[in-house]
């Protein structure tokens, strides 16, 4: 390995979120009898709905019952109409130590390594038991219960692991079949890498983002407001993709909600990739529990390749996979399963390791694009090429940025072509009432990343002293950088 592949590597390696899952895997997998009869008698009781709520309520089942689902999976499954069932496949959770409990490690607080601060406290005899969405609510401390305080879970995962499916639509999906939190006559479920999610002033604005119509101004808002504050353990809001913002952009309200002090007694869910800035952050709000998802424990990539692929062509990529230890463990991550499927399902080609999963994804788009079927890099057409390095170059600088949502304003800036523009790898997003200009983004962070890699591994000035100041000029601990530095240490050496 050169030096420089020896730089990105070693950057790599200090990140704190890692693409390959550990053996918490199989730690985790294995919850203890007494653990188990304990949750499942301590569920609590469904709810009769109140009157002020029950219209807003049917709404928002209505609403996460339809979740949009990748037309790729309707594709793969031969399903006109795909629901979450094809994607909803059991994550593996574990629980940390509390945040607060970590601040004050000496490690931690004096600014030292994250790796080992946890692993002092591991050694103390922190915890880690699995963790289920059924479970995520149930033996409150209570303090909490006694003092009407929110209850807020802060999610962390590294990139691609599954937390914004798990949350924003899984357990969405779960609650409005009612099989999951009954006890909540409202959850809000929401990315908080859009504007208007970070802007929002009240509650009325984030029920407005979710897309639900809510009383006007008269009787009916005043009942809902009134059993909000006289019940605010029956609302639970999700904001998702902490990493993918800055706390400094939100709102007062926002920031209010998740410190607890704003719609005080509520359940809120965090969710975030693990960096020291986030974690600090964090700390200092002194969140209730602390989860990590892990990704799929490994029996539960048969039944996801299976679910999508369909047994014939499911059980013959499972073939491929049992041959090869490093694709069963990169499969682990719940992205990476997803291209790995679609890759066999469209091209019939197996990815060996992490760089050629999102090089054969772009042959892919520019084969389909073309009407052929491309195998090389140098053999696709050169004006695609250089497309596709336009984008790497947009998606490079808007990662430097925190930018992860665009406007039309961006792509033209960028000069970037319509021929880019429709490549497959952007897609607009939803439009709320109060944005009238079409919005823009990568079809996953990961893919936003992988692109921005890809430009930065083409660049004809490559050198370590290229990388160094990279890493000074971005930061290798920032969240919504973390599996950047991963991919471009895979594309400048694919045995990564």
Not at 52 to 70: C, M, T, W
Not at 378 to 386: G, H
Request: proline share 4%; net charge negative; charged share 25%.
């Amino acid at each position: 390995m050169s030096s420089l592949e020896e730089s990105v590597a070693a950057t790599a390696d200090r990140s704190l979120n890692t693409v390959v899952p550990d053996t918490r895997l199989e730690e985790a997998a294995e919850t203890s009898a007494t653990a188990q009869a304990s949750m499942a008698t301590s569920h609590p009781t469904a709810l009769t709905l109140d009157p002020a709520v029950e219209d807003l309520h049917e709404q928002l089942r209505d609403k996460y019952k339809d979740a949009d689902i990748d037309v790729d999976v309707a594709i793969m499954a031969e399903d006109a109409s795909p629901s979450v069932e094809y994607i909803q496949i059991n994550l593996v959770m574990i629980s940390r130590v509390n945040l607060h409990e970590e601040f004050r490690n000496p490690e931690f607080a004096s600014g030292g390594d994250l790796a080992r601060a946890e692993h002092a406290l591991t050694e103390a005899g922190s915890r880690r038991e699995k963790v289920t969405l059924e479970s995520l609510f149930l033996n409150i401390p209570a303090k909490i219960l006694t003092n009407a305080l929110s209850y807020r879970v802060f999610a962390i995962a590294s990139g691609g692991c599954g937390k914004t499916t798990i949350f924003t639509k899984i357990a969405t999906w779960k609650w409005a079949r009612k099989e999951l939190w009954q006890e909540f006559s409202i959850l809000i479920a929401l990315e908080l890498r859009h504007p208007d999610v970070r802007d929002a002033k009240s509650l009325w604005d984030l029920l407005e983002l979710v897309g639900v119509d809510i009383p006007p101004m008269g009787k009916e808002r005043i009942a809902l407001r009134q059993f909000v504050k006289s019940h605010p353990q029956q609302l639970c809001i999700v904001f998702d993709g902490l990493d993918e913002t800055s706390l400094a952009k939100c709102s007062r309200f926002v920031k209010l909600v998740i410190s607890g002090e704003e719609l005080k007694g509520i359940r809120m869910i965090l969710t975030s990739r693990p960096a020291q800035d986030i974690l600090r952050l964090c700390a200092k709000y002194q969140l209730d529990r602390r989860i990590e998802v892990i990704g799929f424990h490994r029996q539960d990539i048969e039944r996801y390749v299976l679910k999508l692929l369909g047994s014939i062509k499911g059980a013959a990529l499972l073939a491929e996979v049992k041959e090869d230890q490093h694709l069963l463990a990169m499969m682990c991550t719940p992205i990476l399963a997803y291209e790995v499927c679609k890759l066999y399902h469209y091209c019939q080609k197996v990815p060996r390791c992490l760089s050629d999963i999102f090089d054969l994804m772009i042959l892919r788009l520019a084969g389909r694009r073309h009407d052929t079927q491309y195998d090389t890099w140098l053999e696709i057409p050169f004006d695609v090429r250089m497309q596709v390095l336009e984008l790497g170059k947009f998606a490079f600088s808007m990662l430097k940025q925190q930018r992860l949502v665009f406007t039309e304003a961006d792509l033209k800036e960028f000069s970037l072509s319509e021929d880019a523009i429709q490549l497959g790898l952007l897609i607009t997003t939803d439009r709320s009432p109060s944005v009238r200009e079409k919005q823009w983004r990568f079809s996953h962070l990961t893919s936003q990343e992988s692109q921005a890699a890809k430009f930065v591994a083409c660049c004809e000035n490559m050198s370590p002293q290229f990388i160094v100041r990279l890493v000074e000029s971005l930061g290798p601990s920032s969240g919504h950088l973390q599996t950047f530095w991963i991919l471009l240490a895979a594309q400048l050496d694919p045995s990564c």
